[in-house]
């Protein structure tokens, strides 16, 4: 009843995407099994000792900081909600100190590399399904949206008029963002082409798998993966490195910090500003290449 409580407050009060809703109710299930199987206890008998005993157990399993720090979030807001309803006294994770996390440049592709790939004619042809799959990376490298926001994308969201997409972001935020004609076009034929398909559904999902359903994440996982396969050698080839690809591309251009924060829809400037170091690296390389004294 209370981790219901908790979920439900986190949906409709807080507003929380539903990949994050799901990852604190994994997260809090996991606690909630250690806690029974090592001390026999409930939610609301939990102390300070034992959720540090909860934090040596993940670090013994080697899990990396990232995942605990996500846990000690899911926690901390799981026994806020419960302190605020008055079912404690004390907030046992309120001293829980989270590991702090190195620093990772954020892997992107060059604008060249992307426009090769999005221009080749070796790639695309003109099934349903590969007219998809180029739209996919178009909209995800040209506009910087989360693959949330491209699941979640219906037909009415695009503005051909304005040339615009009205995207929903994390915890239903809507921002707008340009594109190009060329992309509006692309769109366009592309919704003309899946209602020539006569899928069995009345679904208004824009994105949708080879059978008219809506499109899940592995669908767009495993697009983007396919095509960057040819392109790339990084290890990482995930939708969010086309965000990142996107974001990079800007700022390398010369566009404005708080422009791209608006356009990626972060809350805050310091989300953004990691993009900085990458083009910092970009102008240190150009630097040893060109400069005589470097």
């Known amino acids: 009843m209370l981790l219901k409580s908790f979920f439900t407050y986190l949906i409709h009060e807080k507003r929380y995407s539903a990949h994050t809703v799901a990852s604190y109710q994994t997260d809090l299930s996991q606690f909630g099994e250690y806690i029974q199987s090592e001390f026999e206890l409930e939610f609301l008998a ?15 399993k080697d899990s990396s900081e990232s995942t605990i720090n996500r846990k000690i979030s899911a926690l901390r807001s799981f026994y806020k909600f419960l302190l605020r309803e008055g079912k404690l006294e004390q907030n046992p994770a309120a001293l829980i100190k989270a590991p702090k996390i190195p620093k990772r440049l954020p892997v992107f592709l060059e604008a060249q590399k992307m426009d090769i790939l999005l221009d080749s004619e070796v790639f695309f042809n003109d099934s349903f399904e590969s007219k998809r799959d180029h739209l996919v990376l178009e909209l995800l490298f040209g506009t910087g949206m989360r693959l949330s926001e491209l699941i979640q994308l219906k037909d009415q969201d695009i503005d051909s008029y304005s040339a615009t997409i009205k995207v929903l972001g994390k915890r239903n935020k809507e921002r707008i963002i340009p594109v190009n004609k060329q992309l509006i076009n692309q769109l366009n034929n592309y919704i003309d082409l899946k209602k020539l398909q006569n899928f069995n559904n009345n679904l208004l999902n824009l994105i949708v798998s080879n059978t008219g359903a809506a ?37 390398n251009a010369g566009a404005d910090l708080n422009a791209i924060k608006e356009l990626l829809g972060h809350a805050s400037l310091a989300a953004t500003q990691i993009y900085t170091h990458n083009s910092i690296e970009r102008l240190k390389t150009i630097y040893k290449q060109a400069h005589p004294k470097a």
Request: hydrophobic residues 35%; without cysteine.
């Open 215 to 251: 499109a899940y994440p592995k669908l767009i996982y495993r697009i983007v993966t396919s095509y960057l396969n040819h392109i790339s050698t990084h290890d990482k080839k995930s939708p969010h490195v086309l965000r990142h690809s996107y974001a990079t591309s800007l700022l």
């Open 46 to 60: 939990v102390k300070y000792t034992h959720l540090r005993s909860y934090m040596v157990h993940l670090m013994e």
